[in-house]
C-alpha cells in the first residue's frame, strides 16, 4: 500500500485547520497545505510546495528486453530443468521456508501504518502508527541496527567479542565509526524519529511526515532482503535468515500476494517482482545444500550467483519505485508535491551506494537530484536518465 494522496490531503487540510487561530475559510488567513501566509510556496524540507514548470511525458521503463545472467536461478522456466542450479524444492516457483519468518509481521506492521495515515494525519494518527512502528520486537527493534551489506563490514578486529555478528550496530562506538554502515540507526532511524516526533505535536506538515516514514521503512526493507539473505543466513543456526528475506520483500507472501515494499515493485513491474521471488529463492535453494546446524559456504558458486541475482534485482525494485514517485512529481503541488519528494529524497538514499559502484557519472546526477529540495522538471527528468541507466533490468 502507498499513501493515498486524495485521502491524506484531505486530513492535511483538516489538520491546518485546526492548528491556525482563524476557521477555515477566513478570508484574512491563508491555510492553505503547503503555502505560507504571505502566499509563497512553503519548503517543508521537501520541494518548496511548487509545480514543475515542464510536464513531459516519462515512459515506463522498457524490461522488455532485459535477459537473465547464465548462472541465474529461473524456477518459472522449466521449472528451472535448464538452469546450472541443482533440483530444489523451490523449483515449483513457489517459495518453501523452514517457518513462517517473523518479518513478515514487520511488513504487515508497515502496511498498518499506510492504513492508519490513509485514514487521518491527525497527532492521535501519528501516535497510533508510531505505536505499530514500535511493536515489541517489531520494525523500530531492526530498524535501529539495520547494516547496509553494499558497505565494507565492520573490521572483525574492532568488532564486539560479546555481540553477535550481524548486531554490531547495536554499540555505539561501532555505529558512529561506521556510519554508512550502520545505516539503520545513523541514517534511518533519525528520519523516523522526527517524523513521529513533528506529526505527533503537530510540527509542520503532516502529509510531509508521513511520507518520510513510508520513505524510510521502504528503505529498511530494502536493505533487510539483501541484508539478510546474503549477510545473515550463511552463518550456523542461522539459515531461517533467509526466509526474513522473504518477509521483509512482501510478507511472507507468494510472488503474486507480496505487500510492503514487494506490493509497490508488484504494482509497476510483475517482471521485476518475480526477479526478486526468484533471487529470494535462489539463496534459499543455496542454503538448502547445507545443514541448518553448519556453515552454508560463501565460497560456494552457487552463493555468488545467488547473491548476484538477488541484488540486481532488488536494487532495480527501488529503483523502480524511486523513478515512479520521481514521475509523479508533474502535476502535483503544494502538500501533495512537499509530500512526494520528502518520498523520493529518504527512500532514494538507499541507492546511493550501488549507483556510485555502477557509473560515477550517473549517480553524481542522482546524488544531486536527492539533494535538490526544487528541483526543475529537466533536472527530475534527468535524474530518471539516471536511474535507468544505472539500473536497467532486474
Request: proline letters at 5%; one cysteine or more; hydrophobic letters at 35%.
Amino acid at each position: 500500500m502507498r499513501l493515498d494522496k486524495n485521502q491524506i490531503l484531505r486530513s492535511s487540510l483538516g489538520v491546518l485547520c485546526a492548528l491556525v487561530l482563524a476557521a477555515c475559510g477566513d478570508s484574512d488567513t491563508d491555510t492553505t497545505a503547503g503555502s505560507d501566509s504571505d502566499g509563497s510556496e512553503s519548503t517543508n524540507g521537501t520541494t518548496a510546495g511548487g509545480c514543475a514548470d515542464e510536464d513531459p511525458t516519462s515512459a515506463p521503463l522498457d524490461e522488455s528486453a532485459c535477459q537473465a545472467d547464465a548462472n541465474d536461478y529461473m524456477p518459472t522456466v522449466n521449472g528451472s530443468a535448464d538452469d546450472v542450479w541443482p533440483a530444489c524444492e523451490n523449483d515449483d516457483g513457489t517459495y518453501h521456508p523452514f517457518e513462517q519468518p517473523s518479518a513478515a509481521a514487520r511488513t504487515e506492521a508497515f502496511e498498518e501504518i499506510m492504513v492508519i495515515f490513509n485514514a487521518g494525519l491527525t497527532p492521535t494518527d501519528f501516535t497510533a502508527a508510531r505505536d505499530q512502528y514500535s511493536l515489541p520486537q517489531g520494525l523500530e527493534s531492526r530498524l535501529s541496527r539495520r547494516e547496509d551489506v553494499h558497505y565494507p563490514n565492520i573490521p572483525e578486529s574492532e568488532q564486539d567479542a560479546g555481540v553477535e555478528f550481524d548486531k554490531q550496530c547495536t554499540v555505539l562506538e561501532l555505529r558512529e565509526q561506521y556510519p554508512d554502515r550502520c545505516a539503520g540507526p545513523m541514517k534511518i532511524q533519525p528520519i523516523i524519529n522526527q517524523a513521529f516526533d513533528d506529526g505527533q505535536n503537530g510540527v509542520g506538515d503532516p502529509m510531509v511526515n508521513a511520507a518520510k516514514v513510508e520513505g524510510a521503512i521502504t528503505w529498511f526493507l530494502y536493505l533487510s532482503v539483501i541484508k539478510e539473505a546474503t549477510f545473515s543466513c550463511p552463518p550456523a543456526d542461522y539459515s531461517g535468515d533467509c526466509d526474513a528475506a522473504w518477509g521483509y520483500y512482501g510478507g511472507g507472501q507468494q510472488a503474486g500476494g507480496a505487500i510492503g515494499f514487494g506490493g509497490f515493485v508488484k504494482q509497476i513491474s510483475s517482471q521485476a517482482n518475480q526477479r526478486v521471488f526468484d533471487g529470494l529463492a535462489a539463496m534459499r535453494c543455496w542454503r538448502n545444500g547445507y545443514m541448518s546446524t553448519e556453515d552454508g559456504d560463501v565460497n560456494d558458486p552457487l552463493y555468488g550467483y545467488g547473491k548476484a541475482q538477488l541484488d540486481q534485482a532488488n536494487n532495480h525494485a527501488l529503483a523502480l519505485v524511486v523513478r515512479e514517485r520521481m514521475a509523479d512529481q508533474f502535476g502535483l503541488c503544494g502538500s501533495e508535491a512537499d509530500a512526494n519528494w520528502a518520498f523520493v529524497q529518504t527512500a532514494g538514499q538507499g541507492l546511493i551506494k550501488p549507483a556510485e559502484d555502477t557509473d560515477a557519472g550517473n549517480a553524481g546526477i542522482y546524488t544531486s537530484l536527492l539533494a535538490n529540495d526544487n528541483p526543475s522538471g529537466d533536472e527530475i527528468m534527468g535524474g530518471i536518465a539516471a536511474l535507468d541507466a544505472l539500473f536497467p533490468c532486474p
